[in-house]
């Protein structure tokens, strides 16, 4: 019955290597996001989808490449990955709404990626 | 969003309560408060929010000050599981949750 799930939980990878990491939810919600959290234990929101639509981009780097084939996945794609990408990296989801009834985000247990 | 500040740390004795403090003196009129928690190796939790008035449910209570600059998140009787980083964040609720994570406060809940 789990809510969010990602998969791969550990990644561990050379520079130069194309990785996916994959999250699906299953609580009907329909916005979905990735969050960073690099080794300074800072988490910052990268991409978030609304309905399969891109609606917030962080001026993260042209290498990740987020893909929602539905409202209940959403996949992160990196290319030639570089040590700097190291981080574990958490998907999450929430239902739209503005005010009160915004539902708070819900968030997956991250996957750990490391680039050696 | 307006900046929070929160002590790095703090220890509570289990099955006392933990008052966890959080600054927001810039907050403006529209921005919620809301607490998030990390224990260790998994992914945030949501706790509680709100807007001005105090609120409470199965996990903790939110007390928000009238002036709104500052608020207090109290877990009535604390357990060994609630050790964790908890986050204070204030943010617009404009639907898309563009949430800023700070550095938050690390509770040490000990036997």
């Known amino acids: 019955d789990t809510a969010v799930s990602q998969t791969p939980k550990y990644l561990v990878t050379q520079m130069g290597n194309d990785k996916s990491i994959k999250c699906e939810q299953n609580l009907g919600h329909d916005t979905m996001y990735w969050y960073k959290q690099d080794s300074k234990k800072f988490l910052k929101i990268m991409f978030s989808?609304?309905?399969?639509?891109?609606?917030i981009n962080e001026t993260v780097p042209n290498r990740f490449s987020p893909k929602s084939p539905d409202k209940a996945h959403l996949n992160l794609h990196i290319n030639s990955l570089e040590l700097g990408d190291s981080a574990v990296y958490f998907c999450?989801?929430?239902?739209?709404?503005?005010?009160?009834?915004?539902?708070?985000?819900?968030f997956g247990n991250g996957t750990r990626l490391t680039v050696t | 969003d307006a900046k929070t500040t929160q002590p790095p740390s703090m220890d509570c004795a289990e099955g006392r309560a933990a008052n966890l403090p959080c600054n927001h003196s810039t907050i403006s009129g529209n921005e919620y408060v809301y607490w998030y928690r990390q224990i260790h190796s998994q992914g945030p939790q949501y706790i509680i929010h709100g807007l001005k008035n105090n609120e409470t449910n199965e996990m903790a209570s939110l007390i928000i000050t009238e002036d709104r600059k500052s608020s207090t998140l109290i877990l009535p009787h604390a357990t060994l599981r609630d050790t964790a980083v908890y986050y204070c964040?204030?943010?617009?609720?404009?639907?898309?949750?563009?949430?800023?994570f700070g550095t938050g406060t690390r509770l040490l809940v000990s036997p």
């Open positions: 999450a989801s929430s239902r739209w709404d503005r005010g009160p009834l915004n539902s708070p985000l819900h």
């Open positions: 964040i204030a943010f617009m609720n404009t639907g898309f949750q563009k949430l800023v």
């Open positions: 989808y609304n309905n399969k639509e891109l609606i």
